[in-house]
């Protein structure tokens, strides 16, 4: 009957039972045996026949080999029940002792997880898959190392009037100044590639050009006092530097490795500050220096306090106007000018501190002036 032999929807286990039969028998005879015999052992929800309706129990197969009147062979039943349930059924069957009008012997042989045959077919599946992508897909090892060894060879650096300038140096709005050629070619070796050198101990005039209408100025020098002397001369060659990086005491920035150059350049501080640290005389007013740094502005101070706060554009013309000694310091984001000394000094100013000083013809007795430059005072 169809329906009897319907396959099971999905199979959890395999019952596979030998059999013996004292007679010549057919195939139908051994399955009609099973479903008759056991019909009705468990009720009508445990009976093989639902089951197999059902899908619960796929088709019995039956392969058999008959021989001087008696019939061997191997049964096997697909399940889609539980293992308790399965265990019922692979039970059932052997109970059934005859078939037609001979005597029968049915023994559970074994059981076969299906799943865990399924697992094994699709590993094996999946290394033949893997095997072929790694064929297909993946390049050769030497395709590898050509391409690792183009990523980390130098990037081409070139000179322009005795400047060593990285690959984006010309066209990055933010710039890394170094000393010399070896300390560009070092930080373009890991990726950095907005740097230029100083040229050393002469300074090109050259630099000043390249450099305006950069964004961001930094100054990545040697961990020495050299590196604290070139950071002097190039403040008096161009226009401004916004940031200032050391490499580590006694180290050259030509021989750091990748995590010492960005360790550094992420400590990197505002130039006004790296400055301040040098000049013992500024300490008093490093507060007042920092919250002007990079604003173009100035601080009226009084007795230590901050009177008020404007653009050093309205600078002169706002000391015209106040009275004598209603301030006693200017800290400034700008150019210390006569013009500003002798307006400062009417007002009976004693301190004036600024980025850069123009040379002075005269200096009240009295006044003390600081630029934050000191090579530039006069």
Do not use: C
Not at 20 to 32: K, L, Q
Not at 268 to 277: D, I, N, Q, R
Request: charged share 35%; proline share 4%.
């Amino acid at each position: 009957m169809p329906e009897e032999h319907s396959e099971t929807r999905y199979t959890k286990y395999v019952l596979e039972f030998t059999l013996d039969v004292d007679g010549s028998v057919e195939r139908s005879d051994i399955i009609g045996a099973i479903f008759g015999q056991t019909e009705g052992l468990f009720g009508p929800t445990f009976d093989l026949r639902e089951m197999v309706k059902t899908g619960k129990i796929g088709r019995i197969e039956v392969e058999i080999k008959s021989r001087d009147r008696k019939t061997t062979g191997i049964i096997r039943v697909p399940s889609a029940l539980d293992m308790v349930a399965t265990s019922l059924v692979a039970a059932m069957i052997e109970s059934v002792d005859q078939v037609g009008p001979f005597p029968a012997v049915i023994k559970l042989k074994e059981i076969k997880d299906y799943r865990e045959e399924k697992v094994k077919n699709i590993i094996n599946r999946a290394k033949k898959i893997l095997e072929s992508w790694r064929i297909e897909k993946i390049p050769e090892v030497e395709e590898i190392l050509k391409e690792l060894e183009s990523y980390v060879a130098p990037k081409q650096v070139k000179e322009i009037d005795g400047i060593t300038v990285g690959p984006k140096a010309l066209t990055s709005d933010e710039v890394i100044l170094v000393e010399g050629r070896a300390d560009v070619i070092n930080l373009v070796k890991y990726g950095i590639e907005n740097v230029m050198s100083i040229g050393g101990g002469r300074i090109p005039p050259k630099l000043r050009e390249i450099l305006k209408g950069k964004k961001k100025i930094i100054a990545f020098l040697d961990g020495d006092r050299s590196g604290m002397l070139n950071l002097k001369k190039l403040a008096n060659t161009i226009d401004r530097i916004d940031y200032v990086a050391f490499a580590p005491s006694g180290k050259e920035v030509e021989e750091l490795k990748p995590n010492e150059i960005f360790e550094a350049l992420r400590n990197m501080k505002p130039f006004g500050e790296t400055m301040l640290l040098e000049r013992e005389e500024l300490r008093p007013y490093r507060d007042f220096i920092k919250e002007v740094d990079g604003t173009l502005e100035a601080l009226l101070i009084k007795d230590n306090k901050v009177v008020a706060r404007l653009s050093v554009g309205d600078l002169v013309d706002h000391l015209q106007q106040m009275g004598e000694g209603e301030i006693d310091t200017i800290v400034m984001d700008g150019i210390i000018t006569q013009r500003l000394v002798d307006a400062a000094y009417a007002k009976d100013v004693k301190v004036i501190i600024g980025n850069r000083m123009k040379k002075l013809t005269r200096v009240p007795e009295g006044m003390v002036i600081h630029a934050i430059h000191p090579s530039e005072e006069q």
